[in-house]
């Protein structure tokens, strides 16, 4: 059983489309949370969520509109694809990171051409 | 910015050697955690380490903690060609949701 999937593993579009990337975790961890990683491997956090509710939000485009319908749920909306969203993007799910890693997705390779 | 810088960026060495990467941070943690990374493929955690442990042991992994000179560093030993992978050090501030990531070590194992 897969701790923490996403959908799709591949993404190629167009500058300009609007996309989502979905993710589900059955751990049953209350907190999710969107990573981007770009071409030198450099992580950064975009979202999280705490049982439906954002509790983090970095400086990201507001393009990027995050939605979590439940606990178990999160998902990453992108409006208007410019060539630099181009990265790898990790869902992450974690109970709490103060005591506990995160446990991760496979990834989504989002490339705008 | 990056909470966490990792030292060497890359190293490769010859199985069956030990494998050391460093990682220093600019604030104060709640705890230091190091991922593995395979080509490809998601974040697998290793180690989670607390502000107040100085080591930890999980297999052939020993992960060391120094909060005054705020850095830790990973031991692999007896390194094997399925310890290739990129390695990154995370770390937790006090009272945050957050991990804030390094830029990882790439480490590749010769056989």
């Known amino acids: 059983d897969t701790a923490v999937s996403q959908t799709p593993k591949y993404l190629v579009t167009q500058m300009g489309n609007d996309k989502s990337i979905k993710c589900e975790q059955n751990?049953?961890?209350?907190?999710m949370y969107w990573y981007k990683q770009d071409s030198k491997k450099f992580l950064k956090i975009m979202f999280s969520?705490?049982?439906?509710?954002?509790?983090i939000n970095e400086t990201v485009p507001n393009r990027f509109s995050p939605k979590s319908p439940d606990k178990a749920h999160l998902n990453l909306h992108i409006n208007s694809l410019e060539l630099g969203d181009s990265a790898v993007y990790f869902c992450?799910?974690?109970?709490?990171?103060?005591?506990?890693?995160?446990?991760f997705g496979s990834g989504t390779r989002l490339t705008v051409v | 910015s990056q909470q966490g810088e990792e030292d060497p960026q890359a190293l490769s060495i010859q199985e069956g050697e030990n494998a050391t990467m460093n990682c220093s941070y600019k604030?104060?943690?709640?705890?230091l955690q190091w991922y593995r990374q395979n080509s490809g493929r998601g974040l697998v955690h290793l180690i989670l380490i607390r502000s107040n442990e100085r080591e930890k042991h999980s297999g052939r992994l020993r992960v060391t903690l120094d909060t005054s000179k705020k850095s830790s560093s990973l031991l692999i030993t007896a390194s094997r060609a399925a310890d290739t992978a990129s390695y990154f050090c995370?770390?937790?501030?006090?009272?945050?949701?957050?991990?804030?990531f390094g830029a990882g070590t790439t480490v590749t194992v010769r056989a």
């Open positions: 995370a770390s937790s501030l006090s009272n945050d949701y957050k991990l804030s």
């Open positions: 751990l049953g961890h209350d907190t």
């Open positions: 992450a799910s974690s109970q709490d990171p103060r005591n506990y890693g995160y446990t």
């Open positions: 604030t104060s943690i709640n705890n």
């Open positions: 969520y705490n049982n439906k509710e954002l509790i």
